[in-house]
Structure formats: C-alpha cells, structure tokens
C-alpha cells in the first residue's frame, strides 16, 4: 500500500499565498518565492509512486546450530522491476530471541533495475526452532513523498534442537513390527517366557537345552517388539495469562523444537506419527510414516502461526485472553483446573479443553498414544491431557522449563508449573521436566529410569 | 472532531483561500477593469515603498513556515519507521507478577492485585493438594481458614475470598517504610509456597 508521507506539506498553501500576493502587487521579487515553492509543490508529484518488485534470498550457516554458536545470515535483496528504486531502507527479521552480535540486519541504498544489495550479521544461536520474521522494506520515491512498506513472506527457520535419541512412549502400540517393548510374547530379542510346545512352533524356537534335560518341548517366547502411532501434540501458548507475552517465547521454540526433533526420532523407528497443536484442531496432521511425512510434519511445525517470535502477529489480546488474529477461534482456553481436579471459576476453561480433547480424541484411534509438548503455562493443557487420557489415549508429556527463581513472580510460575506437573503425575501421565539447559535425550532417559519401575512407561532407545 | 481532522480541514481552507487570491491576481494580469478595483498603488504607498512590502511578505512566509515546522515537529511526517531487532527480546515467566508488585499504587488498591490475590489463592489450594494429598474441598478449607500456613500473615492474607487491604493509614505507612504491605504479603505467600513444595520434594 502507498501511503503519503506529508514531507511537503504546506508547500502549496505557501506557493498560492506568495504568488498571489505577487502578482497581486506586480512585484518579481515576490513572485519569485513562488516560484520556489512550485517547485517544492510540484516536485513530489512529478514522480511515480514505487512499484518495486523485491526478491528476497536468505541464507543461513550452521542451519542447525549449537547453542551459544554463532550463526551467519546474508540476506540479498534484488530489485526485479523496471524502475529505480532511489530510496530503499530494509530490515531483516531477525528472529527475537536471538541477539545480533556482529554486523548489521539493516541497510539503506537505492537499487538499479536488476541491481541488488547484501546484508550480513551475524546471530548467536538460542535452544529451540527460530523462525525469521518477515523482511520489512520501506521504498520510497526520490522525494519522499510516498512510500511504499513491504513485508516479505520468509519461512527461514534456525533449528538449535539437539538431536534425541530416547523417546518416552506407552505401552499401547499397533500390530505392526517395530521397537516398542511388549509384554506379549513373541517375535522379537528381549526373553519374555517359555511355554509348553504347540505343533507349528519353528524349530529355532524350541528350547533345546531343556530338551536335552528333560525331554520336554518347551517354546521360548521373546517380548514382541511392535510400533507405534504416536501424536504429538504441541502447545504454542495460544490461551492462558501467559499468552501473547515476551515469557513465552523461549518455552514456545524449545517446544516445538522438541517436537520435530521427537518426531524425527520417532518415525525413524518406523512409528506413524501425526501433529496437532493445542489452539485450534485445524492444525492436524494424521499419523503416518515415511520420510516424505516427516518432511510434511517438518513444514508443518515451521509453518504454524504459533511460532511467529512476534506473537502479537498471530495472537492478538483485548485485554483479556488473547486469541487469533485470523479470528479461529482458540479451542483450548480459560483458566482453572476441571471438575475433580479444579476450582469451580475453571469451568469454562474445562469446558473448551474438553470439547478440545474429544475433537483430538475422535480423530484419533484406539490404538494411538498422545506425546503432549508444552510448557504447561496453562491449566487447560492439564484438562486436555488428562481428558485424552480418560478417553483411553496414553498420554505422556514433555515440558521444556523456561521459569527461573530470580524474583517473587519466577518463583510463582515455578511452583505452579510444577503444581502441574505433579498433577499429571498423580493421574499416572508421565511427565518428562526438561531443563532447556541440557539434552532432552539425556532427560527423558533419566525420566524413563525413574518411572520404568511403574511399568506404565515402556522407553525404546534407538539405534541400541 | 478529532486533532488530524482539524489539521486536515484547515489545510483545505489555506488552499481554498490560496486558490481564490490567484484567481483574482490572474484576473488583475489579464483585465485591467478588475485591476482598477484593487488599490495596488495606494497599498504600496500606504505601506512606503516597494522593499517594506516585500519584507512584510517575507515574514508572513517565514511565519507560515515556522507554523508548518512547528505543525510537524508535534505531529511528525507520517513516514514509517523500521523497527529495532537486534536485541533479543524475551521475559522469564511470571514477570507479570513482578510488574504488579513493582507498581502497586500508593494507597488505592488495583483489580490487578485483586486478580494476583485469586492466583496465589488458588496457586496455595493446588500445592496443598499435590504437597500434602489434601482433596480440594480440603485444601479450600485450609486455605479459607487461613491454617494452611503456619505463618499466621500469610495465612490470613489468603483466608479472604477477596482481596482486603490493611487501613489506610497503614497503607501509608507501609509504603512510606519502603516495604509495600502488598509487596510484603505477597512476597512472604510465595517463599511460604515454595518452601512447600521444597519440602514435599525432599
């Protein structure tokens, strides 16, 4: 859109007094002041407004960092119109919790038809997914009196998630091979039981050794090892107090940094597994495996408005509980803990967390287990977990922790987060704390030996 | 009638009174009947000489243009501005509650407050059920009684479903001691909190 910048303005008013009083009073040294001002007058409005045409390249080195490493970007702006563009200021997207620590995201040049500029800074890299915000260019003409804003629509994401190598599952799983420990016995590596021979056992099968003792025919049965159909759902912080705020930002790209390293673990197990997101069930991916699905589960995390930094772009608030700016309504908010687990001023939020977790749990089926990601700033999250729990989904819950214990408000929001966790826990939803300053693998092996002993938790390590 | 629409207005008017003036000094030019009926002559020798009405216009421009300047550095130019990115921008959660302490008002007491004041209520009946194994009706009560806390302020600072501030006086004085009464209670109910949960941790 063009807008005026008013730069000019006066400039007629002044050429049509000074004129008129010159010519009013014959006089050329009056009439000259006009003519000055005509020129100021006219100037803006002999040019055309800027109809630029911008392509935007950016590139990034490491894209998937380490924490705390430092990462390049240049960004090249191409000017692909016909016309010159004599007044060209940018400014990158830089992501916002990553701080710019060398060089510059922002230039002003002017630009020949096919001409092109280059930025280069340098970022230090964060814990989590960090998706570039738009590119802003303001062009404007060589009066400045219009100008133009344009906004690129950039999907650059810096991924500085660790790789996992555990992955914290339940013990449902479907009739498929996979590497989910079982307690049927079967196929498979682990000694589960032996039993009595049945005629049709395969002969590697036979406990020989027993045989030779007591010539018996005894079958060794292992644990079946079968996969799973797993969906991972991720919460972007769209409800709750916390929503549309500055705290959520760091918990928001830990999450769904976990969640696409998660998934990446998972499928490459040969699980099906699906996305949806705790804000709106639009957000829905249905399990499936393959590397053409993993790609698709990728874009689908990079893409979701609930990863703009800029939460303000696609959550907005009226002062009460934010919600989306493209008017979707929000399905999992309010505040509370549900009936049994809550106060009754929670109960509208139970409500739509319940409404949300039988929408998930329909398009679920009965054989698929649910890997909630949140950092659980929300009761609601708590309603929706225990509710698909209810529902016969496992649920199990990895929870990035962002809070700190610097001052009175820090602590408060720990002990709360933890209140929630303990919750879950007491519903027997196990709860993966991870502090964002290690490994998630590291956490959810240390959270899997500590819950093994429940046997509710059944943990598969890759590449073991 | 809003500020920019009077500006917008009375711009229209400089330019319709402009328009009119060059109107009739192109009619002067072009008809010496209309000429006649302005008395340029006398205007000039009223005024003395050709220099002083220059000067007299000079200033009424000068003058147009210091209002115009001064028009703008009020209003400014309506150019957008690229925004500041190169610092990160992130809070750590419950920085909202520290924004409430920090700007408690003097004596009045804010829905602010009274919205921490449910939170903590609420915050104490949820720790006692996963600290201690109360049932919510249980911690309620305990909470309402004001006996979940063996510190005897920070149990009745909470035993209210509202939120009740001390006299005004008090109030007063508290803050003139530097320590807010709020700020005080609030801070005493979280350490309380999280020495709950330490424990139950232990």
Redesign the interface.
């Known amino acids: 859109m063009i807008?005026?910048?008013?730069?000019w303005?006066?400039a007629?008013?002044?050429?049509?007094?000074?004129?008129?009083?010159?010519?009013?009073?014959?006089?050329p040294?009056?009439l000259l002041?006009a003519i000055v001002g005509v020129g100021f007058a006219a100037y803006p409005r002999l040019l055309s407004p800027p109809n630029p045409n911008l392509v935007v390249e950016r590139a990034i080195d490491p894209e998937t960092p380490e924490r705390g490493e430092d990462v390049d970007v240049t960004v090249t702006v191409r000017n692909e119109s016909d016309e010159w563009l004599p007044d060209l200021?940018?400014?990158?997207?830089?992501p916002?919790?990553?701080?710019?620590v060398d060089g510059?995201?922002?230039c002003a040049t002017a630009l020949e038809p096919g001409g092109e500029t280059t930025v280069r800074y340098t970022v230090s890299a964060?814990r989590g997914k960090h998706r570039f915000?738009p590119l802003?260019a303001?062009v404007?003409d060589a009066s400045?009196g219009r100008?133009r804003?344009i906004e690129t629509d950039d999907r650059t994401v810096i991924d500085c998630s660790h790789p996992v190598e555990n992955t914290i599952l339940r013990e449902l799983t479907q009739w498929r091979t996979g590497t989910i420990l079982t307690d049927d016995g079967g196929d498979g590596v682990e000694f589960h039981k032996t039993r009595e021979y049945r005629p049709g056992d395969p002969a590697n099968r036979v406990d020989w050794h027993r045989f030779a003792r007591t010539r018996e025919l005894t079958t060794v049965e292992f644990r079946q090892e079968r996969a799973g159909s797993i969906v991972l759902c991720v919460d972007p912080v769209s409800s709750g107090?916390?929503a549309g705020?500055?705290?959520?930002?760091?918990?928001v790209a830990c999450g769904f940094g976990a969640a696409g390293r998660l998934a990446t673990a998972l499928v490459g197990d040969d699980h099906g597994v699906g996305i949806a997101t705790l804000d709106h069930s639009t957000h829905w991916c249905p399990p499936k495996v393959g590397s053409t699905h993993l790609s698709e589960l990728h874009e689908m995390l990079d893409t979701h408005p609930g990863l703009s930094q800029s939460t303000e772009a696609a959550y907005v608030s009226d002062g009460g509980t934010p919600h989306r700016s493209d008017g979707v309504e929000s399905i999992a908010s309010g505040d509370?803990?549900q009936a049994?687990?809550?106060?009754s001023?929670g109960a509208e939020g139970s409500v739509a967390a319940n409404r949300y977790a039988a929408e998930l749990s329909a398009r679920l089926d009965e054989n698929t287990q649910v890997l909630v990601v949140s950092?659980l700033?929300d009761d609601s999250v708590v309603r929706t977990a225990v509710s698909l729990e209810s529902a016969g989904h496992p649920v199990s819950v990895v929870s990035p922790d962002?809070?700190?214990r610097?001052?009175?408000?820090?602590?408060?929001?720990?002990?709360?987060?933890?209140?929630r966790i303990?919750?879950l826990r007491?519903m027997g939803i196990p709860v993966v704390d991870w502090d964002v300053s290690e490994e998630l693998g590291t956490t959810i092996g240390r959270t899997a030996e500590r819950t093994g002993s429940t046997a509710r938790v059944a943990t598969q390590v890759r590449n073991q | 009638m809003s500020r920019s629409r009077v500006g917008t207005a009375l711009r229209w008017v400089a330019v319709l009174v402009g328009l009119v003036a060059l109107g009739v000094a192109l009619l002067t030019a072009i008809s010496p009947s209309v000429e006649r009926t302005i008395p340029i002559e006398e205007l000039v020798a009223a005024v003395g000489n050709d220099y002083i009405l220059v000067a007299i216009l000079g200033i009424a421009a000068i003058a147009i243009t210091v209002g115009v300047l001064l028009e703008r550095a009020v209003t400014g130019i309506d150019e957008n501005t690229l925004p500041l990115v190169e610092r990160a921008t992130s809070e750590t959660p419950g920085s909202d509650v520290d924004a409430v302490i920090t700007d408690s008002p003097l004596v009045r007491v804010t829905d602010r407050q009274r919205r921490l004041h449910t939170r903590l209520r609420k915050t104490a009946v949820d720790t006692l059920v996963v600290t201690r194994g109360h049932s919510r009706r249980v911690g309620r009560e305990r909470v309402d009684s004001g006996r979940w806390s063996e510190d005897e302020s920070v149990g009745a600072f909470l035993s209210s479903e509202t939120l009740e501030p001390p006299s005004v006086p008090r109030r007063l004085l508290s803050r003139l001691s530097g320590n807010h009464w709020f700020r005080q209670r609030v801070e005493a109910t979280v350490r309380e909190l999280d020495a709950m949960e330490r424990r139950s941790d232990r």
């Open positions: 807008t005026e910048t008013n730069r303005r006066g007629v008013a002044f050429t049509l007094f000074a004129g008129a009083i010159g010519v009013l009073a014959q006089r040294a009056v002041l200021r940018i400014v990158d997207g830089v916002p919790l990553l701080p710019v510059s995201p922002r964060e915000e802003i303001l404007r400045g100008e804003r107090p916390q705020t500055d705290a959520t930002r760091y918990a509370g803990f049994g687990l809550s106060d001023d950092p700033f962002t809070t700190g610097e001052t009175v408000g820090h602590r408060l929001a720990t002990v709360e987060r933890t209140n303990r919750t007491r």
